[in-house]
């Protein structure tokens, strides 16, 4: 399907973010994914040599051909540097969104993760450098026919509700600065997820987890919190959602046995995909 000039993925990728193992090596966290049956990955790139394009190949040879490498989170240990004014900063910034963007190309990835600043970072001139870098990495991913994806967090102002987070999009003003809706952040926000699921305009990319009401500990496996899965993927089924469904846990949620969470997570949400259109 082609939106303007961007050429949209018609089918659903189910898959599994790397960020809940660290601090393991991308070998290790490879080796683990493999032994579970979703083969779509999520890259949280943890260094900036993670971060060129040139690491494509080694990554795509880590993985051997069995997986999808279908989205990039913008790296959080680097995310300063996408709301940063200071010239050397902002310098930085940009060539990251430009690696980055090219990066996704070169894995074949449909949609790249991103935080709008907190709320620290998101006046003046810091609002300035967010734009210019969002705008940058929107232009570079364009070539490639891949999202930006803005996500729904509770650090900042700028988008904790789907109307926020279309506004912030209006100002960045690219066609193909599309949405993550994370289920365990409108917990945390004591939202919904339905509210996002059924407003947004578009929703590029779905980041899984639960939420337990009565610890508040976020991204649970799911099961052990209180989603209602099946109204969450009964929701993306009507809006007729084609994107990355992606299980994004913590170390510690993870657990001891991470293959065995993972295993009992995707056997607990495969029933509800059943029949899915180009599934």
């Known amino acids: 399907m082609n939106e303007g000039n961007l050429i949209v993925s018609t089918k659903l990728q189910l898959g599994v973010s790397t960020s809940?193992?660290?601090?393991?090596?991308?070998?290790?966290?490879?080796?683990?994914?493999?032994?579970?049956?979703?083969?779509?990955?999520?890259?949280?790139?943890?260094?900036?040599?993670?971060?060129?394009?040139?690491?494509?190949?080694?990554?795509l040879?880590?993985?051997?051909?069995?997986?999808?490498?279908?989205?990039?989170?913008?790296?959080?240990?680097?995310?300063?540097?996408?709301?940063?004014?200071?010239?050397?900063?902002?310098?930085?910034?940009?060539?990251?969104?430009?690696?980055?963007?090219?990066l996704a190309g070169a894995l074949g990835c449909t949609a790249i993760v991103?935080?709008?600043?907190?709320?620290?970072?998101?006046?003046?001139?810091?609002?300035?450098?967010?734009?210019?870098?969002?705008?940058?990495?929107?232009?570079?991913?364009?070539?490639h026919?891949?999202?930006?994806?803005?996500?729904?967090?509770?650090?900042?102002a700028l988008s904790n509700s789907p109307e926020t987070m279309v506004a912030f999009a209006a100002q960045i003003a690219r066609p193909n600065l599309s949405f993550t809706v994370d289920i365990t952040h409108a917990y945390q926000l004591s939202q919904d997820p339905l509210i996002y699921l059924e407003s947004l305009p578009s929703i590029a990319h779905v980041h899984a987890s639960d939420?337990?009401?009565?610890?508040?500990?976020?991204?649970?496996?799911p099961g052990a919190g209180v989603v209602n899965w099946p109204a969450?993927?009964?929701?993306?089924?009507?809006?007729?959602?084609?994107?990355?469904?992606?299980?994004?846990?913590?170390?510690?949620?993870?657990?001891?046995?991470?293959?065995?969470?993972l295993q009992r997570s995707t056997a607990l949400l495969d029933p509800l995909f059943e029949n899915w259109p180009h599934l």
């Open 114 to 143: 991103v935080h709008a600043p907190w709320d620290n970072m998101a006046h003046g001139a810091f609002l300035d450098a967010t734009l210019a870098n969002f705008r940058l990495l929107c232009d570079t991913c364009l070539e």
């Open 232 to 261: 969450v993927i009964g929701a993306l089924r009507a809006r007729g959602f084609a994107g990355n469904f992606i299980l994004e846990l913590l170390p510690k949620t993870l657990g001891e046995d991470p293959v065995q969470t």
């Open 20 to 59: 809940a193992f660290f601090p393991h090596s991308l070998e290790a966290t490879l080796a683990m994914l493999a032994a579970q049956p979703w083969h779509g990955v999520e890259l949280m790139p943890q260094t900036p040599e993670e971060c060129r394009p040139a690491f494509a190949a080694q990554l």
């Open 145 to 156: 026919d891949v999202f930006v994806a803005l996500e729904n967090v509770p650090s900042t």
């Open 211 to 221: 939420f337990d009401t009565a610890t508040n500990q976020r991204h649970e496996a």
């Open 61 to 102: 040879k880590l993985g051997g051909g069995r997986f999808q490498f279908c989205a990039i989170h913008f790296p959080q240990i680097l995310a300063p540097f996408l709301y940063n004014p200071y010239p050397g900063a902002f310098a930085y910034g940009q060539q990251l969104c430009t690696d980055l963007g090219n």
